[in-house]
């Protein structure tokens, strides 16, 4: 597949990464994470996130989202998000499927939720008809590649538990918000008042499995049992681990970021000036939003993998990883303006 701007999904995994698979690929361990790497990486996680965190490793990122959905909420009651939100639409209907609550969608300009957004959301309570507002759930990065602030989030959490609710916050590429910040995953989460998190790699440079953070002790009940059901307990565990406790130990975290980052910054860069390309919102990580002519998309989608993101208004989505290089910018800068 000729390397694109399909998904951060779409690269390799780093090389570090697959190294530390590999040297935790010896004689035999225990199973279902009572093994040493899951000891370590545990350890790392409360070093990053603060004592009271407690991890849980998954498979994939729609299992921690829900697993973490499931902790705050009981079928009755309800998460408010953005109506761009990963777990409104890209999850399947998993938190509703799973957990049986419903989520209470708002418009947003950006992605971003506010207070008064949320507010719209924020009634019935106690009235037996309605589902209870007891979450909110946030990406960090939204899904449109914009980033909520530190004041931002902050004065969720805030509104969240004058309302006796949770904060949740999707991220999935929380390394690239956290490079982009110029703060501590701790800074951006426990500092603020966020409840959960759903932490993720896999679209920064590791092969698979991702991570329930727990950062409120509250939420921490029969959680072991809940993931169990929820059929996201590894056997192999210490493979899951292995590859977060070189993410977080070395720095790959932060290295693969800034590098994503930087590329999206040389796209949207390389696109300045470019007529009949207009950059849809800031760019502010590893993705860039941009509207173009209907028939340059499609003959572009003909040498380029890349996702239609709004295909009535011919607005698209291009993302970098890790991996991409200054040339396959220039290289895709190049064929966009030859077509256009």
């Excluded at 002519?293 to 890349?306: G, I, S």
């Excluded at 011919?314 to 910018?329: A, G």
């Amino acid at each position: 597949m000729k390397r694109g701007f399909g998904s951060d999904n779409h690269s390799g995994v780093n090389s570090e990464i697959m190294k530390a698979i590999a040297e935790a690929n010896v004689e035999h361990a225990l199973a279902y994470g009572d093994d040493e790497w899951c000891a370590r990486t545990e350890a790392l996680f409360r070093e990053h996130f603060g004592p009271q965190a407690k991890v849980y490793f998954v498979f994939n990122g729609t299992g921690a989202n829900v697993l973490n959905i499931d902790a705050m909420c009981r079928s009755h009651e309800a998460v408010v998000c953005a109506d761009t939100a990963h777990i409104n639409i890209d999850e399947c209907g998993a938190p509703q499927r799973v957990v049986g609550c419903r989520l209470l969608t708002v418009d947003t300009l950006d992605g971003k939720l506010t207070p008064d957004l949320v507010r719209t959301r924020l009634h019935g309570f106690g009235f037996e008809h309605h589902s209870q507002p007891k979450a909110i759930s946030i990406s960090q990065p939204t899904e449109l590649g914009t980033l909520y602030t530190l004041q931002e989030i902050n004065a969720l959490s805030d509104l969240a538990h004058s309302h006796n609710m949770y904060l949740h916050m999707d991220g999935a590429r929380l390394a690239n918000a956290a490079v982009a910040l110029g703060c501590s995953f701790k800074e951006m989460t426990v500092d603020l008042g966020v409840d959960c998190l759903s932490f993720g790699g896999t679209k920064n440079g590791m092969l698979m499995g991702e991570s329930v953070v727990l950062l409120n002790p509250v939420l921490d009940v029969d959680m072991k049992y809940r993931r169990k059901q929820m059929t996201q307990l590894c056997s192999k565990m210490r493979f899951i681990a292995a590859q977060f406790e070189a993410y977080l130990s070395t720095e790959v975290w932060y290295r693969n970021a800034k590098h994503s980052n930087s590329m999206a910054q040389l796209l949207y860069g390389e696109l300045q000036g470019v007529d009949g390309v207009k950059v849809m919102y800031p760019v502010q990580v590893n993705s860039v939003f941009a509207q173009l002519p209907t028939e340059v998309r499609h003959a572009l989608q003909q040498e380029y993998f890349f996702y239609d993101w709004d295909e009535d208004a011919d607005v698209v989505r291009w993302m970098c990883s890790f991996d991409t290089t200054e040339e396959d910018i220039f290289a895709f800068v190049a064929a966009l303006m030859r077509l256009l």
